[in-house]
């Protein structure tokens, strides 16, 4: 089954305390990004990558890192989380013309 | 700079009614449009993409259609059920970057 698996699909920490976020793809999709969601501001991207070893900044990165070592995993990394980054976490992919497929989030408390 | 615009931000309908959702988008130079339906706690879900090129999709129900002179892409949804209460996001891929824009999303209730 076509599919993008994110794990955690909650995760609460401290202020801090360094975490990864995981995100994994079966399509074979070049493009892979990071969105956080929050109420009243809707979806935001955090980061995406067109391919192994390119990455780039989408509106909202700062605070976070990421990695693109192989094609279907781009991990959203981040050394040193802060209440601000509470949140729920959408990695998503899509390959060619074909549309976004997104994993279904991981809710982040930072306390 | 991409602004993603849907207006209403809730909505609730009788079952069975015809209805449309708005997006508008300030930039026309965009390289696809996408409509994706997100249920509470979950992911969303994608129901339609159209290509620059294109002015409208349908799959079963549903309708999209995208005019980017004025900016604008509705999602027509046909005879309406209580299945379909959910939120629907549009979001814009603009032309020569990779960022998907997206609107904040209407929140829809099909009353039974």
């Known amino acids: 089954e076509a599919q993008v698996t994110q794990n955690p699909r909650y995760l609460i920490t401290v202020t801090g305390k360094k975490l990864t976020v995981t995100c994994s793809q079966n399509?074979?999709?070049?493009?892979m990004s990071w969105y956080r969601q929050d109420p009243g501001l809707g979806l935001r991207q955090i980061y995406y990558?067109?391919?192994?070893?390119?990455?780039d900044k989408g509106d909202v990165p700062e605070g976070y890192k990421v990695s693109r070592k192989e094609k279907r995993n781009f991990p959203l990394i981040l050394e040193s989380p802060s209440p601000n980054q509470t949140s729920l976490y959408f990695c998503?992919?899509?390959?060619?013309?074909?549309?976004?497929?997104f994993g279904n989030g991981t809710r982040l408390t930072v306390t | 700079k991409q602004e993603v615009t849907q207006i209403p931000a809730a909505l609730s309908v009788p079952e069975g009614e015809n209805l449309v959702l708005n997006c508008s988008f300030t930039d026309s130079a965009i390289y696809n449009l996408q409509w994706f339906r997100q249920d509470p706690g979950k992911g969303l879900t994608s129901l339609l993409l159209i290509q620059s090129s294109q002015r409208e999709q349908t799959s079963g129900r549903l309708n999209a259609s995208l005019d980017k002179s004025s900016g604008r892409s509705t999602l027509y949804i046909a005879a309406s059920q209580p299945g379909d209460s959910a939120t629907y996001l549009c979001a814009a891929l603009t032309s020569g970057t990779y960022k998907y824009i997206f609107g904040t999303g209407t929140r829809l209730k099909v009353l039974a």
């Open positions: 399509m074979n999709h070049e493009y």
């Open positions: 998503a992919s899509s390959g060619g013309n074909s549309p976004l497929h």
């Open positions: 990558s067109m391919n192994v070893e390119v990455t």
